[in-house]
């Protein structure tokens, strides 16, 4: 037995895996939380939640914005924002190359959009994770994003919303990408200090450099159900440890057991809850 597969093979092998999964992706959907086989429009006409079991899947951001922001009320800022390489990376494909295709499979510069708009009529300035965009990862344009997009809450004194769906720091810009954790909490801290709320709502999964910073400063930390958040996947924790897991480790469910987060709130009263908590936190208030 061969550890590794290597050239023709492994292609072609991952082509017909790829072939297949196209297939039955278009009709049914397997539920990441019960399993089960679900009908793909029972769960889009049900805000992307599992009918079964309650659990929230990833949406576009667009969808997010359809679903949360007054009609007619949002503008996108920054869209054009597109990273450069200076480290000139490659692992198995080069770095520009790998933007090149997220930016043709996602239909977006970077794996966050921001703009601003209303939520029921309170002014907002909302940053929104797209996760099929490499993973969501925080490379630099993201981290420059959100940085501004706070600068900008600071000086409309308008609330901050940012949701987090995350595998972590992108690999491929190296130390450029982890000082974006430094650089998005330093602009949070001022924010703070001008007394404008930032509410933060993470989403299933939100993980590794955006929990260890954006996802965790919210003033009012909120998860949608079912969510996983954590900075280390488990398998690498169990390894690390050497002990079992207790169960719903990692949940948003278990962490507002433990107090890490403040609310668990689903996908239909999102929209409610972001504006009653902006107009009672609101600067100008
Ligand atoms: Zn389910």
């Not at 404008?196 to 929990?211: A, E, F, H, Q, R």
Request: hydrophobic letters at 40%; charged letters at 30%.
């Amino acid at each position: 037995m061969t550890w590794f597969k290597k050239g023709e093979e492994a292609e072609k092998e991952g082509k017909e895996k790829r072939e297949e999964l196209k297939l039955s992706d278009e009709f049914w959907v397997k539920c990441n939380s019960c399993k089960e086989m679900i009908y793909r429009r029972v769960i889009e006409r049900n805000l992307q939640v599992c009918p079964k079991c309650n659990y929230h899947f990833q949406i576009p951001g667009r969808k997010r914005i359809e679903c949360l922001i007054d009609p007619g009320t949002f503008i996108e800022y920054d869209a054009d924002l597109v990273s450069g390489d200076p480290l000139e990376f490659k692992d198995t494909k080069r770095y520009i190359h790998r933007i090149k295709e997220s930016r043709e499979a996602t239909g977006h510069n970077d794996a966050i959009s921001c703009g601003e708009g209303k939520i029921k009529g309170q002014p907002v300035l909302i940053g929104i994770f797209e996760f099929s965009f490499m993973g969501g990862s925080l490379g630099s344009v993201v981290g420059e994003k959100i940085t501004r997009l706070i600068e900008r809450g600071i000086e409309k004194k308008t609330g901050v919303v940012i949701f987090c769906a995350s595998g972590g720091a992108r690999m491929q810009e190296g130390i450029l990408s982890l000082m974006q954790m430094a650089k998005t909490s330093a602009a949070l801290a001022r924010l703070h200090e001008a007394r404008i709320p930032y509410l933060s709502v993470l989403t299933d999964p939100t993980t590794g450099g955006v929990s260890a910073s954006i996802a965790m400063l919210g003033d009012v930390i909120i998860a949608e159900p079912k969510a996983m958040i954590g900075f280390a996947g488990p398998r690498v924790i169990k390894e690390t440890i050497r002990a079992e897991l207790p169960e719903g480790f990692q949940r948003a469910e278990y962490l507002l057991q433990h107090g890490m987060i403040d609310l668990i709130v689903e996908r239909k009263d999102l929209r409610q809850t972001l504006a009653s908590l902006l107009e009672m936190l609101r600067a100008d208030g």
